[in-house]
């Protein structure tokens, strides 16, 4: 969907003439109140869930929770997905013309935050007649997202569903977002952020963007018991600097290779820098039960004891300042050995909490 | 314990539109009870995925967390009731939990196996650990770290300087106010802080 108007941004200046990507799952009711926005974390996109005509390995990033009798279920709820601004798999990013000058954007792409996606995503809403949403989720950054949505927008949402989310990053967090970023803006290839020009994509920095991302995604436990210190290629070791050796360092580099291929560099930076601003008590001098006074929707809160990207005690921390506001929620802490990723899996009792809640609460 | 008469016993405590919270409050049923019948509002705290999925299932409030890492969550005073309910017995820091029960609600309503009541008395008579209705556990695989009785409990609150506002047995369902010490499998008490 094109939007004309300027949208202001945080930062300072707007951004206009720009196109949000977005599908939707399911029917919406007559009365309007059955509505789920779905909120996209760093590499993910508008297809949440299904697949497309005659792509059968085109699976939305979300399908173990959203679909027809799927825990969010589409045969009940109207879902919105929604690509956000300066991503790249279809609305308007850092890779399209800047309608005032023609040129690619570039570097000059606008930095965008978690709280400039809300209102791009309210005026998709406004689009589409939606006044008030049944529901936002979302996980991770998109957990940031739904968390904001309570925050900007509190009479618009009803219930908000945070998964393995956070009230701001942590130094450490920030601190490998840092090295993503660094790996990115330090590739030849890069050019400052006009690669486009030139032809080449920074290839090189992506890879470990992504590696070091990886890492933090999954448990020790996991990465352990899924690659240990098994070799790559048979039981001798080749005496290597270079070379592949251990199986962990061939899944790296394949993650690392996949995502060069499809993922903007701007867009990772943007992305990062989204995550890393995200802190909705800084003006409330760090005071998150401040912060969180003008939310009035009901909580589901879930995170993931193995995650120490998202830690559960950064979910607690929104808890207790839902319950310092008298604010209505639930909180599940999933035993799950995944680590991040946990929120993209099959897990029985993830996927039966969120079922429940949307049964229970979303859908009453 | 989650009889109908006894929930109700314990319901009846529980002052009408109180904002509740209750530690070790299973599938909810308690929370759903005073929520229709009384008016209150809350959250129930577990540990137990079964029975957090169970209380969400029933549109009760759930957080789930390990009571042995304490209430720090809460804040003082921060509810009209905080209910203990066959809770207090599975606690390593039972204590510190009590005392943080007091904190965090202005009332506190506890409930607990009395290992006292005169068949567990006559099991150990004969030289054996209880094993009865109440208490169906082998001593080698029972989860009641905390065997203590109604009169112990009167100690335990003098010590925390808690004042007893109501304090009886329940057996069978009903209210035992005359020696519950040796006539009631439950022990019920309603306290709350003694003022500095």
Not at chain 1, 53 to 68: D, F, H
Not at chain 1, 189 to 212: C, E, S, T, W
């Amino acid at each position: 969907m094109n939007f004309a108007d300027a949208l202001p941004l945080q930062g300072g200046g707007s951004i206009r003439g720009y196109a949000l990507a977005y599908e939707t799952y399911g029917q919406l009711n007559a009365d309007k109140s059955n509505a789920v926005l779905i909120c996209h974390a760093l590499n993910a996109s508008h297809h949440v869930a299904g697949v497309y005509k005659g792509q059968p390995k085109s699976e939305g990033w979300w399908s173990t929770m959203i679909g027809p009798g799927k825990p969010v279920d589409t045969n009940r709820f109207f879902v919105i997905g929604v690509n956000n601004l300066g991503s790249c798999f279809g609305s308007t990013g850092p890779m399209h013309a800047n309608p005032d000058t023609g040129e690619i954007y570039g570097a000059s792409f606008p930095v965008v935050t978690v709280e400039d996606w809300v209102n791009a995503q309210a005026r998709l809403l406004d689009a589409l007649g939606i006044e008030t949403l049944a529901a936002v989720m979302g996980g991770s950054l998109g957990g940031m997202q739904a968390l904001s949505w309570t925050l900007q927008y509190p009479q618009r949402v009803r219930h908000a569903v945070v998964v393995a989310s956070a009230p701001n990053l942590t130094a450490e967090n920030i601190a490998f977002n840092e090295v993503a970023r660094r790996a990115i803006a330090t590739d030849p290839d890069f050019h400052g952020g006009n690669f486009y020009q030139h032809g080449v994509v920074p290839k090189r920095g992506l890879r470990i963007a992504r590696m070091v991302g990886h890492i933090t995604y999954l448990s020790n436990d996991v990465m352990n018991e899924k690659f240990g210190r098994t070799l790559r290629d048979g039981i001798e070791l080749k005496y290597s600097t270079q070379d592949v050796e251990f199986q962990i360092e061939s899944y790296l580099r394949h993650q690392g290779d996949k995502f060069a291929e499809y993922f903007d560099a701007n867009t990772y930076l943007l992305i990062t820098r989204a995550l890393d601003y995200f802190d909705p008590a800084r003006a409330f001098g760090g005071d998150l039960s401040l912060a969180l006074a003008r939310a009035t929707a009901k909580f589901l809160l879930v995170s993931f004891t193995t995650d120490w990207r998202f830690a559960p005690a950064r979910s607690r921390e929104i808890v207790r300042a839902l319950l310092d506001n008298r604010r209505e929620l639930s909180y599940a802490e999933i035993d799950a050995p995944h680590g991040h990723d946990a929120f993209l899996l099959e897990d029985p009792r993830y996927l039966g909490v969120v079922r429940s809640y949307f049964e229970s609460k979303v859908g009453a | 314990m989650s009889d109908l008469e006894t929930l109700q016993s314990i319901a009846r405590l529980v002052p009408q539109g109180a904002r509740v919270l209750d530690l070790g409050c299973g599938d909810g049923a308690l929370l759903a009870h005073l929520q229709a019948l009384r008016g209150c509002s809350g959250y129930g705290v577990e540990l137990a995925d079964a029975n957090v999925l169970a209380c969400v299932k029933r549109g009760v409030n759930v957080i789930q967390l390990n009571l042995d890492e304490g209430l720090s969550m809460f804040a003082d005073q921060s509810f009209d009731v905080v209910l203990q309910i066959d809770t207090l017995q599975h606690l390593r820091n039972a204590e510190v939990m009590l005392r943080e029960t007091a904190r965090v609600g202005k009332l506190g309503i506890v409930a607990f196996p009395n290992f006292a009541h005169w068949p567990n008395r006559l099991a150990v008579l004969r030289g054996r650990m209880p094993v009865t209705k109440r208490l169906p556990y082998e001593w080698y695989d029972t989860p009641n770290i905390r065997v203590g009785t109604y009169r112990d409990f009167e100690a335990l609150a003098q010590k925390n300087h808690l004042q007893v506002l109501d304090a009886f047995g329940l057996q069978d369902g009903r209210e035992v106010r005359w020696l519950p010490n040796a006539r009631a499998g439950t022990a019920v008490f309603k306290f709350q802080r003694r003022a500095a």
